[in-house]
């Protein structure tokens, strides 16, 4: 039976609910990430773009969160310290010399409370080294390459997505591109200036094999 027929009891009233709220919850963010990925200009007006879904995401879970858009080398003009600061999502394979890790790193110690936390996760070398291939999604409603070029002695790591999308009502395809930059440090020096700035010993919390080098990613926690 359809899941509209009338509920029989509070629970399977409170499932119907909960099924219908999570259709249009994915509706939403689909449209969303559509819009977003016809999008293509440079990386400054993308890292807009992602605040700007995540604005929208706060307000469709009616969450209390306060965005400010600056640079990690801004920080000081926020005027406040906290007890914990997170830096996800490889925000710091972005930064491309070990002199702006180490930069944004004593931003952060000025913003920490004295014993206060900072989690950071990213891409070593190794795990960047590994995406270094060539792929295509071919599927009837659009067209997605990709390709990774990774290369050692700079230790960057270039992403090329190229999009050919059909345009309704034409027998032409849109197509767009976008290329995305990444930088990978080896992992004792990122400890070193973590020391620099001031920070605790790291601790690495995964994955933990015994040498992070052969890790793909790092995650660490240290306290100021």
């Known amino acids: ?26 509706a939403i963010v689909e449209a969303a990430e559509r819009a977003a990925e016809s999008v293509i200009d440079d ?43 997170t830096c996800v999502s490889d925000v710091l394979n972005h930064l491309p010399t070990l002199e702006e890790w180490e930069q944004a790193f004593r931003s ?9 936390w900072l989690f950071f996760d990213s891409m070593t070398c190794h795990g960047l080294a590994e995406q270094d291939a060539y792929s295509t999604n071919d599927r ?11 290369e050692p002695a700079t230790r960057r790591s270039t992403m090329k997505i190229t999009s050919f999308v ?4 034409t027998f032409l395809w849109e197509r767009a591109t976008e290329t995305i930059t990444e930088w990978g440090q080896p992992v004792q ?14 601790e690495r919390l995964w994955p933990q094999g015994e040498d992070p080098e052969k890790e793909e990613r790092l ?3 240290v306290r100021r």
Not at 7 to 21: A, C, G, N, W, Y
Not at 140 to 150: C, D, Q, T
Not at 166 to 169: A, C, H
């Open 140 to 150: 009837a409603s659009k067209v997605l390459l990709l390709g990774v070029i990774w």
């Open 1 to 26: 039976m359809s899941r509209f027929r009338k509920p029989t009891d509070i629970s399977e009233k409170k499932r119907d609910l909960q099924t219908d709220t999570a259709e249009r919850l994915e």
């Open 166 to 169: 059909p345009v309704e009502g």
């Open 219 to 221: 995650a660490v926690l």
């Open 43 to 85: 990386a400054e007006a993308q890292a807009r773009r992602y605040l700007a879904q995540a604005r929208f995401a706060a307000e469709v879970q009616a969450a209390d969160i306060e965005f400010r858009e600056m640079s990690v080398y801004e920080l000081p003009s926020l005027g406040e310290t906290f007890d914990g600061i």
């Open 189 to 202: 020096e990122i400890y070193d200036r973590l020391a620099r700035a001031g920070f605790q010993p790291p």
């Open 108 to 116: 952060f110690h000025r913003h920490l409370n004295p014993g206060g």
